[in-house]
C-alpha cells in the first residue's frame, strides 16, 4: 500500500506541473499566475479542495506531447465562505487548448454545479480548439458547444457563473465568459475576441493588432462586452471575492448533520486492514467503521444476504447510509457458503430495500466497490437472480437522494452497474489506488480472449504451439492489467480521480455538502419492480 500510496503523490506532483517548469517560467515572465497558483490565490485559506479529474488524459496523446490534466484544473473549493466550482484553464499545457478530453472535463464539471446547484468561478486561458482534433471536439451533442449550452440552462436555473478573462479567450470559447453573470477582464493580458488578428486579415484584409482588436480597454470602454478590468490576476481575483461575499443563501435540501467525530479508528490502521492483493479476503465490515464517526454503524438486516453490508451511520457529522460488498466468505442460515465479492439473490433483495429506506429517509446514499459480480450458475439462475439484480438496478438508479461511489477494489460486470458506476449518476465517483474496474477480472478475461484467438487461428489452419500460447496469453494479460488501471479510469474520466483511501471521508463530507444545495424536487419513484 504505502508503494502505491507513494507512487499515487509522484503521479499527483507531477501533474501539478502542468505543462512544465519552463513554461510555467514563461508565464510569470507575462505577470500571470499559473491556473493552479490562482486558484490557491481565489480560493479561503485553510480550506479544503477537492479537486476533479486531476489524472485526465494520463497516459493519452502521446504523439501530441501529452495533455496533463486535460489542460484545465476543475474542483470544489471555498471563495469567501461560499462553496463554489472553479474552472481554470491550464495556459502551461498547449496554451489551454481544447482537446477532446478537455471538452469531456468541462462538462463533468458543469454537471456537478448543476446537479448540486454550486456557483462556477471560470478563470479564462484558452486558445481554443486544438485545431488537428477539431472532428472530435467540435460538433457532437457531448462536445465543446455544450458548455455554452449549460451556460444558458445553468443561468436559467439561477446558478451563479462568474468569468474572468485573464489570458486568451477565442473564437467560440469567447461565449463562455459573456454567457456568464459577470465578465472581468485583466488588462494587457487578456484578451476576447471571435477571430484573432490574423484571421481578420485573412477574412476581411484589416489590419490591427490584437489588443486593439480584443483587450480590455476595448471590451470595456468600447464594446461594454466585459464589465470591469484589472491591472493583475491577484486585481481580478480580489474582485471575484468581493462578489461571492455578497451572494445571497439559498433553500437546502436538508440532510441531516450532528457533530462530526473521529473514524473509527486511525486512517494508518485503514490501510492496515485493507489488503492490496485482490484474491485476498477480508472484513469489509472493518473497513466501514474506519471510515464513519466513532466506528458506529447500526447495520441493517446483518444475518441476511450477508455478501452485502447495508446501513446506516455519520460520516463527519453527515448522515449516511453505505451499501458495500463483503469480501470474506459468508454462511447462511442454511449452512451455504457464500463467496466475498459477489452479489447473490438475498443481498440483491436486502440492499434493494435498504435503498428505498434511504430514499423514504433522505438519506444520502455511499457506495464502496469491491465486487467480482454476481452469481452465476444453474442454481442461482433458477433462484432467479437477474431479476433480484434488476430489482438492486431498478432502485439504485431511481434514487433522487445523492449517491457516492468509492471503488475500493474490483468493480466487474454487473456488479459495477449495481453498485452506482458512472453509468448511474452518482454526484461523485473516485477510486482508491487498489480499484480496478472492468468487465472482468484480468486472469478471465485473458483466458477467454486468448480461447477467441486460438480458436481464429485453428480456422484459418494454424497451430499454435504451448509456447506461442503463453508469449499470446502474458501479451493480452499485460494488456488487459493496463485497462485496469485506476489511472487508465481516471485518464477517461470514468472516476474523478484517485485518492488516498485516509481522503474518503473528506470527499463524502464535501459531497454531501455540495448536494445539501439542491433540494430534492423529484418524488422518488421505482416504477415496475421484478418480484
Not at 125 to 137: T, W
Request: with cysteine; aromatic share 8%.
Amino acid at each position: 500500500m504505502e508503494d502505491l500510496l507513494q507512487t499515487l503523490q509522484a503521479k499527483y506532483e507531477q501533474v501539478k506541473l502542468g505543462g512544465g517548469t519552463k513554461r510555467i517560467e514563461k508565464e510569470h515572465a507575462k505577470g500571470k499566475l499559473t491556473a493552479r497558483e490562482r486558484i490557491d490565490y481565489l480560493r479561503d485559506q485553510g480550506t479544503e479542495f477537492l479537486e476533479v479529474g486531476a489524472f485526465v488524459a494520463d497516459g493519452m496523446y502521446a504523439e501530441e506531447g501529452g495533455c496533463p490534466s486535460g489542460g484545465v484544473v476543475t474542483g470544489i473549493g471555498y471563495v469567501s465562505g461560499r462553496m463554489c466550482m472553479i474552472v481554470a484553464n491550464d495556459a502551461t499545457v498547449k496554451a489551454g487548448a481544447w482537446f477532446p478530453i478537455t471538452a469531456k472535463k468541462n462538462l463533468r464539471a458543469q454537471e456537478i454545479a448543476m446537479e448540486n446547484h454550486l456557483p462556477v468561478i471560470y478563470l479564462v486561458d484558452s486558445a481554443g480548439v486544438f485545431l488537428p482534433m477539431q472532428n472530435e471536439i467540435f460538433p457532437d451533442k457531448e462536445h465543446f458547444g455544450r458548455q455554452f449550452r449549460n451556460n444558458a440552462k445553468m443561468s436559467a436555473m439561477g446558478i451563479i457563473q462568474v468569468a474572468a478573462i485573464m489570458g486568451s479567450c477565442v473564437a467560440g470559447g469567447a461565449y463562455l465568459p459573456i454567457m456568464s453573470d459577470e465578465a472581468m477582464i485583466v488588462d494587457k493580458t487578456g484578451s476576447i475576441f471571435l477571430a484573432g488578428s490574423y484571421l481578420v486579415k485573412s477574412a476581411i484584409g484589416e489590419t490591427i493588432d490584437n489588443e486593439t482588436l480584443g483587450g480590455a480597454t476595448t471590451h470595456c470602454e468600447i464594446s461594454g462586452v466585459t464589465d470591469n478590468k484589472y491591472d493583475t490576476d491577484q486585481d481580478c481575483l480580489d474582485a471575484i471575492r468581493k462578489i461571492f461575499d455578497k451572494i445571497g443563501h439559498n433553500t437546502t435540501a436538508g440532510y441531516d448533520r450532528a457533530d462530526s467525530q473521529k473514524s473509527g479508528f486511525s486512517g494508518e490502521e485503514l490501510l492496515a486492514n485493507f489488503p492490496t492483493e485482490r484474491v485476498k479476503p477480508y472484513d469489509m465490515l472493518k473497513i466501514v467503521k474506519g471510515l464513519v464517526d466513532g466506528g458506529e454503524f447500526d447495520e441493517y438486516k446483518e444475518d441476511y444476504g450477508k455478501t452485502l453490508i447495508c446501513g446506516t451511520a455519520r460520516v463527519d457529522g453527515w448522515a449516511v447510509g453505505i451499501v458495500a460488498n463483503q469480501r470474506k466468505i459468508v454462511k447462511t442460515a442454511k449452512g451455504e457458503m457464500q463467496m466475498g465479492g459477489v452479489i447473490y439473490s438475498d443481498s440483491a433483495d436486502k440492499a434493494a430495500r435498504f435503498i428505498m429506506n434511504c430514499n423514504q429517509r433522505k438519506i444520502p446514499l455511499i457506495f464502496l466497490h469491491d465486487v467480482s459480480g454476481f452469481m452465476v450458475g444453474s442454481k442461482a439462475e433458477h433462484g432467479g437472480i437477474i431479476k433480484d439484480g434488476a430489482k438492486m438496478v431498478n432502485a439504485m438508479a431511481n434514487s433522487v437522494v445523492p449517491k457516492f461511489t468509492f471503488i475500493l477494489g474490483n468493480s466487474y460486470g454487473a456488479g459495477n452497474y449495481a453498485m452506482c458506476g458512472k453509468a448511474y449518476d452518482p454526484r461523485l465517483i473516485y477510486s482508491w489506488p487498489t480499484a480496478q474496474m472492468a468487465v472482468m477480472s484480468g486472469a478471465a478475461a485473458a483466458n477467454t480472449l486468448l480461447q477467441i484467438k486460438v480458436a481464429g487461428l485453428k480456422k484459418q489452419g494454424k497451430e499454435i504451439s504451448p509456447e506461442d500460447e503463453k508469449e499470446l496469453l502474458d501479451e493480452i494479460t499485460s494488456k488487459y492489467n493496463e485497462e485496469l488501471s485506476p489511472y487508465y479510469a481516471a485518464a477517461r474520466l470514468w472516476v474523478d480521480g484517485v485518492i488516498d483511501p485516509r481522503e474518503t471521508r473528506k470527499v463524502i463530507s464535501m459531497g454531501i455538502e455540495a448536494a445539501n444545495h439542491a433540494p430534492i424536487t423529484e418524488r422518488f419513484n421505482v416504477g415496475v419492480i421484478q418480484t
